[in-house]
């Protein structure tokens, strides 16, 4: 008589999940049962059915064995109370009477009542001790649960069984489930009115915390999704809304539209009290928008504007959502103007978020907008179509409703909250993409205010957009909107140099970066396109893409370079850093995207793959080493602007900062890669050799690397230039060092470049040599063994340390070395050096170990050639034989 409203609807979902759960295992049994006696059953399907039911049957019995264990405890804990409190009245005298007691005076009754209500409160006292303690031993169990907050109401634990069983419930291939569906449907109806603190949401959130997609509809709402989604496509089936008073017979989906039985679930969600309720009834627009006729899609229009006006901001939120998906589904003109509507609605929400939220819709509206004209519902939303031409006589049409979408975003770019303003500024370079190149002015205005804006997270994003919307531009737009652009947008952006947040600083020193590789990769894009109309003979069309050129170039020498050198400058080191980032990502240039915008006919396509098929050939034929592929650089900086930027780095190198200063030095293989003459590379390297003595270790490894590496981006025998006049005298100095840092520094490089094979181009690859006296008249070593030779001096040295470092930088690179010469060195050396700390009476056991380690190394790099060159032998042999025989029966014909 104590339960509420509340508890006893929740007492009759959980008799009907059991009663459904019941009868869905005695389907599935007579099912296996049935498909045991049919000949067109397999096994596999009769185990699947027989696993289901074993796992829906345990669910249910952990879930009928938790209920009556909870409701047990509840009724022992009130008969508790019944027994141990006893009552506060005393037995009439009729009542002492009847049952034995001997009547006596007031004064003994009073004495009575005042010990029995004595007693009562000890009993009480003890009684509530023993239920906290019995509530501890609960939570210590619930704790140690797997399901602990399935445990806590039996709201949870219905969604709790719903989570588990979800897979079997919206199983659409199952006849027991389709006859269960209805019944189904409409007790997860009831369920999600009873969620209206939407705990089922978060009990959702917890369950799939191991890695599972988390879903906001919680256990109820996320299985009744999957149903009707299931469900749209079925030939059969039933639905009945619950309480509504409504019920719906299906059709097939061959006969009409199959979403049309759903609406009256859609209807009762959304007349519904409870949050999760209308949550749900939002989510399902999108799974039966494609499946409705259109007035029953005129229904669903205005059960989604009603949630955009709901009283709960989650409500309008997930609304958003789904207009976004809807959008997307849109290939009837005559639901776009509701969707400008909705647009609108969200501008002028009180909530910021769904503001926001209204500008994504916007640029995804506008992008989708010609696909209600257009579009083909059969190839789906990632079928885009485009504009229309201005003769097309629906173009007006079309853009009467691009001017209804523009107001949106320029409202919204002076929207009062900074959150809606920044997603403004994140998403104009979408919004002028879709929209075509008519409204690129009103868009590169948009972008302009938004530079100069209050907020400096609106500024920063702002001036990231910058490049993105300018290669929109750039791309999609004639030469007029070209200028117009970067002539807007550049020294609004330049006077953001002098911002007070750092942050604003940062984005436009990556803006900078990205910009000087998109303007200069579609000047070379240019380049290659006016040479190949000079070989076709349209030399009138030249003029203009030499010009486009020159345009691009003055903004990249006048503007870009010289901003990026201030940035260099900037006090803040993070600014710094930035800048160095942006001129190597320039300096390595955009190969991904220019390569993609390189026009090649099919001659040249098949010339370069027989050319590569020619080069995979001759080198699978090679047994020393695999084919190396050199690195495709494409020179962003020209060698002028180089050598401008060189001062700028060259005082970064001395910076306090010692981060500041690695900085400084990644970027020298970069720019190597943009210069041709050897006295500039030159220059670019006593970047390196300047700090590699720096006092930071980690500094003078970085230095020391890039030097190394430097020679890798650097084409044709550029970077065999570069280890001889370079690198090789640097090693040799860092040899001859009195410092014992500088010498491991020796062997570091060392490493570095024989593991990355920069000189592999340069040196012998004679595997096998025909005699000594062949190897005994090479006068000139090759740069690999002079890089050896600096190696192998260092293997006496007096401290132990570089001692040491000799025998493991020789092991690491033994699986690097392909000529035996080498190897044979390599391994007199170590033995040397064995035989030499061996001898020693403090010899270093260290150096003993290193080495020992190597020369076993290299001992069996020297029996794998051997082996390999037996067999080489052998064969040679062979074509020798074949070769002299052919030759004696050539003669014999002659003779004859």
């Known amino acids: 008589g104590n339960l509420t409203k509340r508890d006893k609807l929740l007492a009759r979902a959980s008799e009907k999940l059991v009663w459904i759960l019941t009868l869905l295992i005695i389907g599935l049994d007579h099912e296996m049962k049935s498909s045991a006696e049919s000949s067109t059953s397999t096994i596999s399907h009769q185990s699947a059915q027989a696993d289901a ?43 002492q009477v009847q049952h034995g007691v001997p009547k006596t005076s007031s004064l003994r009754q009073s004495y009575v009542a005042q010990t029995m209500s004595k007693a009562k409160r000890k009993q009480q006292q003890q009684m509530q001790q023993q239920q906290q303690q019995m509530a501890e031993l609960r939570i210590v169990d619930s704790s140690s649960s797997p399901n602990n907050n399935a445990l806590s109401s039996p709201l949870l634990q219905i969604g709790d069984v719903l989570h588990r069983t979800r897979s079997f419930l919206a199983d659409s291939q199952s006849p027991p489930t389709e006859v269960l569906r209805s019944e189904m449907i409409g007790l997860l109806c009831d369920i999600l009115d009873m969620d209206v603190d939407m705990e089922l949401s978060d009990l959702e959130d917890t369950l799939s915390a191991g890695g ?125 103007p509701w969707l400008v509507l909705m647009c609108e609605r ?97 868009i590169i205005d948009l972008l302009q205010a938004l530079l100069g804006d209050a907020d400096e997270r609106v500024r920063s994003e702002a001036v990231l957009c910058f490049p993105r919307l300018v290669e929109s531009v750039l791309v999609g737009s004639n030469e007029t909107a070209n200028e117009s652009v970067l002539e807007s947008l550049l020294p609004v952006a330049i006077k953001l140099l002098k911002d007070p947040a750092s942050g604003v600083r940062v984005a436009l020193a990556t803006a900078s970066g990205e910009l000087l590789t998109l303007l200069v990769g579609l000047g070379s894009y240019d380049d290659l396109v006016s040479a190949e109309k000079v070989t076709s003979g349209a030399n009138g069309e030249n003029a203009g893409q030499d010009a486009g050129f020159k345009r691009h170039k003055r903004h990249v020498d006048d503007t870009l370079i010289p901003l990026v050198q201030r940035l260099l400058h900037d006090t803040d080191p993070e600014v710094t850093s930035a800048a160095l980032r942006a001129v190597t990502n320039a300096s390595r240039g955009n190969v ?205 040295d007096k401290v132990a340390n570089v001692r040491l470092n000799v025998g493991r930088v020789f092991k690491d690179i033994m699986e690097t070395l392909v000529d035996v010469c080498d190897i044979e060195f390599v391994t007199s050396v170590l033995e040397e050096q064995l035989t030499t700390e061996t001898s020693r009476q403090s010899g270093d056991r260290d150096v003993i170990y290193f080495a020992k380690g190597a020369l076993t190394r290299a001992r069996d790099r020297l029996s794998e050639h051997s082996s390999l060159s037996s067999v080489s032998y052998s064969m040679t042999s062979s074509r020798q034989q074949n070769l002299i025989s052919s030759e004696e029966r050539s003669q014999g014909g002659f003779e004859c």
Not at 61 to 90: A, M, N, P
Not at 348 to 372: F, G, I, S, V, Y
């Open 346 to 442: 969200a501008m002028t929400d009180p909530e910021p978020q769904l503001r926001a939220a209204a500008m994504t819709l916007t640029w995804h509206l506008a992008e989708h907008l010609p696909n209600a004209f257009f579009g083909d519902a059969s190839k789906g939303s990632r079928s885009l179509s485009r504009l229309p031409s201005r003769a097309d006589p629906s173009f007006a049409e079309v853009y009467l409703l691009q001017c209804k979408l523009l107001p949106v975003a320029t409202r919204l770019a002076e929207d009062r909250a900074a959150p809606v303003r920044l997603a403004v500024a994140a998403q104009c370079d979408r919004l002028c993409a879709v929209l075509g190149e008519h409204w690129s002015s009103v």
């Open 53 to 95: 039911a074993k796992s829906i049957s345990k669910i249910l019995l952990d879930y009928v064995s938790r209920h009556v264990r909870t409701v047990t405890e509840q009724d022992r804990t009130i008969e508790r109370c019944k027994l141990g409190g006893g009552t506060s009245k005393l037995l009439s005298s009729q009542d």
């Open 592 to 796: 991904k995207e220019i390569s993609g915008l390189k026009p090649e006919c099919g001659e040249q396509k098949t010339q370069q793959h027989q050319h590569h098929e020619e080069t995979s050939c001759s080198a699978s034929t090679n047994v020393a080493s695999s084919p190396i592929k050199e690195p495709v650089f494409i020179p962003v900086l020209s060698e002028t602007q180089v050598l401008r930027l060189l001062p700028t780095l060259s005082h970064l190198a001395t910076s306090p900062q010692w981060r500041v200063r690695q900085s400084a030095v990644e970027i020298v293989p970069a720019l190597l890669g943009c210069t041709q003459q050897l006295e500039t590379r030159t220059e670019i390297a006593q970047l390196c050799v300047k700090l590699m003595k720096d006092s930071v270790d980690a500094v003078r490894k970085t230095a020391a690397e890039c030097l190394c590496l430097g020679g890798g981006s650097l084409g044709g025998d550029g970077g065999g230039e570069w280890i001889r006049a370079i690198v090789i005298p640097n090693l040799k100095t860092c040899r001859d060092s009195p410092k014992s840092k500088e010498r491991m520094l020796c062997l570091k490089m060392v490493e570095v470049i024989v593991s990355n094979r920069v000189c592999s181009g340069s040196h012998s690859r004679k595997l096998f040599p025909v005699s000594t006296n062949e190897v005994s008249t090479t006068t000139t070593p090759s740069p690999l063994r002079e890089i050896l030779e600096v190696a192998s001096s260092l293997s006496a």
């Open 212 to 336: 599972a997609i988390k879903d906001d509809l919680g256990s109820a709402g996320s299985l009744l999704k999957l149903i009707v989604r299931n469900c749209a496509t079925m030939d059969s089936g039933g639905v009945s809304g619950d309480e509504g008073g409504s019920s719906i017979t299906t059709k097939g989906i061959g006969g009409g539209y199959a979403g049309n039985r759903f609406l009256a679930v859609v209807h009762r969600l959304a007349a519904s009290r409870s949050t999760s309720a209308r949550i749900t009834a939002c989510s399902l627009g999108p799974v039966l928008w494609g499946h409705l006729d259109f007035p029953h899609q005129l229904q669903l229009r205005g059960v989604i504007t009603r949630a955009l006006h709901d009283v709960e901001v989650i409500v309008r939120k997930a609304t958003a959502g789904v207009l976004h998906e809807i959008a997307e589904l849109v290939f009837d003109p005559r639901s776009v």
